[in-house]
């Protein structure tokens, strides 16, 4: 996300300078200046530093996948899952990150101690989460008393996992294996309409899509750029993580592997950033086959 912020740098530059000198008058004046951030961009490198959260959030007895990060105070929504039987038990947590002791404050159960969690949103001011169940997704209205998630209108009889909200609410991404799809499990995304309900879904197309599995998509608050794992477009090995930016005709780019600082030849996917993408959060097994963890990943800049 750095490099859009410095392409929006010299634009806004120029428009300045025009506006003010003329054209040719900007030209001039900016010209230096334009050329400095230009190779800024260019030489523009990254450290990047990945760490395993610690056992407050990460234990052995359940998988661990990150939801929703809160910027205002450090928060991280959560969600864990542990097999019982036949059956998946899905739970949902909060915690957040204390910097004075460099720890995880003691994990909330969302669900169990709702009222302890409403009250620490009247700071970070989520109105809804939007959560998997029994592979149906709900919303939960978190300015209702209860914690009641609501069935939405687009589940199916297969599979729908995966919420993700786009940042104006407009927009709901998600995973599913439905007809209609390129094979496996695809990304889809489906309009908000009044009282809640949504509008018929549309596939996101081959470019996005395999004929593999994709998972976990996460659109960025530029509305334009989308991570998603999948284990399609040459991964190293079971899910990668991949970003594609949209374009104003609505046409994506061809997906790139982030890496193999994240990216591992295990299962990684739910990669969750912050709004600058700066850090991000992710869950992967690459430390223990087939118990998913939370990682925490920082870009540090780095200026050749």
């Not at 990304?187 to 197309?205: D, M, Q, T, V």
């Not at 090995?237 to 930016?245: K, R």
């Not at 780019?253 to 959060?281: C, L, Q, R």
Request: glycine share 6%; with cysteine.
């Amino acid at each position: 996300m750095k490099k859009i912020s410095i392409l929006s740098s010299i634009l806004m530059l120029f428009f300045i300078c025009q506006n003010s000198l003329g054209v040719a008058s900007a030209s001039d004046v900016c010209k230096k200046a334009l050329t400095q951030i230009s190779e800024t961009l260019t030489n523009t490198a990254y450290m990047v530093e990945v760490q395993k959260l610690g056992s407050e959030i990460n234990n052995m007895k359940t998988c661990e996948y990150p939801l929703y990060v809160s910027e205002i105070n450090t928060g991280l929504i959560y969600f864990t899952e542990q097999k019982k039987g036949n059956n998946l038990n899905r739970e949902y947590f909060f915690s957040k990150y204390d910097s004075i002791t460099l720890t995880w404050e003691s994990p909330i159960n969302i669900e169990k101690e709702y009222s302890k969690f409403c009250e620490i949103n009247k700071t970070m001011n989520f109105d809804e989460i939007y959560i998997t169940m029994d592979y149906d997704i709900y919303r939960v209205d978190l300015k209702s008393n209860t914690f009641s998630p609501q069935k939405l209108n687009i589940n199916t009889k297969y599979i729908e996992t995966s919420p993700m909200l786009s940042a104006d609410g407009s927009t709901l991404y998600f995973v599913s294996d439905r007809p209609g799809g390129c094979g496996g499990k695809d990304i889809w995304a489906s309009e908000r309409l009044s009282n809640n309900k949504w509008s018929e879904p549309y596939n996101l197309g081959k470019t996005i899509n395999t004929t593999d599995n994709e998972e976990s998509p996460f659109l960025m608050s530029d509305g334009a750029t989308l991570y998603f794992s999948s284990k399609g477009h040459n991964s190293i090995g079971g899910y990668d993580i991949f970003v594609s930016t949209q374009n104003n005709e609505g046409l994506w780019s061809a997906p790139e592997n982030i890496g193999s600082d994240v990216n591992s030849t295990s299962d990684d996917y739910y990669y969750i950033p912050d709004s600058y993408g700066n850090i991000a959060y992710y869950s992967s097994d690459k430390t223990v086959k087939d118990k998913q963890d939370i990682f925490f990943v920082k870009y540090n800049p780095l200026i050749k």
